[in-house]
């Protein structure tokens, strides 16, 4: 009702102007003042003036009523609020309330289903294909028998590691997921690491590939990661992450699926393409899969498998052991200077263990000089009070001094331009057999004037490399 009052106002009052104006719409387009000068012109008579000032006052005096209900409503709040004294909080004292926070959750001591804690659980296939029917993610998922021998591999035979992955997957998962979403890739994507690293960053393969994501050098150059003695980014789980993922999605545009893509990932392209031409050109991973190398034919399998396992976890009593670590979310500062992770541990709040832990690339335990800064890892509740002590870790001052001390500094030579008008300038192209010192006797001059014309330190000269010479108009070239 407050709306209808408001716009028949708002209504009369705009008719109302426009007709009073019909002398200064000039401005306007010839349409539109012809729209206006059509409308009749509105009489303001006492009674008009009268309903005008009537429905003003109810519009008002609505108003008031429902700021004095507002004002009732939260009197005790406000007047709470404003009493409110907010302590000053010490770096120590955030992290720790931060820390309470985020410590893990303890190993859960029963199961919804009240299977006992040895209990290995194993369904009929039945069962299982009713449960994949109702995962709900764009990777076309598949149960046969293949993809049964793998359940049983993990929920059965390998049921303690499964449990340790289970747990293991709070500390990279939210940040994979993170990518995934990012990118518009499928979320079940993050199990991959599970079949290719059960979640251990150190994980190495015979075939030199490394970290969660097991990427090989050449391919992790390719997709821009640092790979050298002090970084190597594949063991990093956020740089690799990236990498990695941007790697799928090439192979999924290439192969045009997912399970074709997850398995040229294991085998590589070149392996793929060659399986792809003894299937008759079919890209359909199980009509593809007798023609991969015999890792790859499992590859796909094993996810499918892990996947699953992921969504329905508590119905095979799995029941996830999580590290022992006294943090789950982790953030990274940067670093703008090379230095060592014991000094870092020795002058903060901030273990070697868990420096270490968190900072796997850093093969050395050396942060590297990046100009743009090297991203380290810290647990999250231990920023607030590493951003404190940073000063004691970082001077600037004295790291210039330090800089300063052990540069070594050449001064900028200048080339010299002998001065007045009895000089032709010549350009020499260095032959093979010149030496400084027979040019030189060849244009009558000495070394050091060519060494000073050209701004050379040295008496070094490489063929095809061109000299600026000042020959004396007197002497006649040869």
């Not at 190993?107 to 804690?117: D, H, K, T, V, W």
């Amino acid at each position: 009702m407050i709306r209808n009052k408001y716009s028949l106002i708002f209504l009369t009052t705009g008719l109302f102007f426009l007709t009073s104006c019909h002398r200064s719409i000039s401005f306007l387009p010839t349409e539109v003042q012809q729209l206006i000068l059509a409308l009749p012109t509105i009489e303001e008579t006492e009674v008009d003036r009268q309903k005008l000032q009537l429905m003003k006052r109810d519009w008002n005096g609505q108003l008031a009523f429902q700021k004095d209900q507002f004002s009732t409503l939260l009197g005790p709040t406000t007047s709470a609020i404003s009493n409110i004294v907010v302590p000053n909080f010490t770096a120590e004292e955030l992290d720790s309330a931060v820390n309470r926070l985020l410590v893990f959750p303890p190993l859960a001591s029963s199961n919804p289903y009240g299977f006992a804690e040895n209990d290995l659980v194993d369904y009929p296939d039945s069962v299982y294909r009713q449960r994949f029917r109702q995962i709900s993610t764009d990777i076309p998922l598949v149960f046969n028998n293949q993809v049964r021998t793998f359940i049983e591999v993990y929920a059965i035979r390998k049921h303690d590691l499964t449990q340790r992955m289970l747990g293991r997957s709070v500390l990279y998962y939210p940040y994979i997921e993170q990518i995934l979403t990012e990118q518009n890739i499928p979320d079940a994507l993050k199990h991959l690491v599970m079949v290719e690293s059960a979640l251990e960053i150190e994980a190495a393969s015979s075939k030199a590939a490394v970290g969660l994501w097991q990427i090989r050098p050449i391919t992790g150059r390719s997709l821009g990661l640092t790979i050298n003695r002090t970084v190597d980014q594949r063991l990093d789980p956020y740089a690799s992450t990236r990498a990695a993922i941007r790697y799928l999605k090439k192979l999924r545009n290439m192969y045009g699926n997912w399970p074709m893509a997850i398995a040229a990932y294991n085998c590589g392209p070149g392996n793929m393409h060659k399986a792809i031409v003894r299937a008759g050109g079919s890209k359909n991973f199980w009509r593809v899969q007798r023609f991969l190398p015999r890792e790859t034919r499992s590859y796909v399998p094993a996810f499918m498998a892990l996947v699953y396992l992921n969504e329905f976890q508590h119905e095979h009593n799995l029941r996830p052991v999580y590290p022992e670590l006294s943090f789950q979310a982790v953030d990274t500062v940067q670093i703008y200077q090379e230095i060592m992770l014991e000094e870092i541990a020795k002058y903060t709040a901030v273990n070697l263990e868990e420096l270490q832990f968190l900072n796997p690339a850093l093969v050395r335990n050396k942060v590297p000089f990046w100009k743009e800064g090297y991203p380290l890892a810290l647990p999250l509740n231990k920023i607030a009070q590493f951003e404190r002590d940073r000063s004691y870790l970082f001077t600037p001052h004295d790291y210039a001094n330090q800089i300063a001390k052990a540069a070594r500094i050449t001064k900028q030579r200048r080339a010299v331009v002998p001065k007045g008008a009895n000089y032709t300038k010549l350009i020499y192209r260095v032959r093979s057999g010149n030496t400084m010192v027979n040019i030189a006797r060849r244009y009558g001059c000495s070394v050091k004037n060519i060494r000073d014309w050209n701004a050379k330190s040295d008496h070094i000269i490489r063929v095809g490399e061109e000299l600026t010479l000042y020959i004396a108009k007197s002497r006649t070239s040869p």
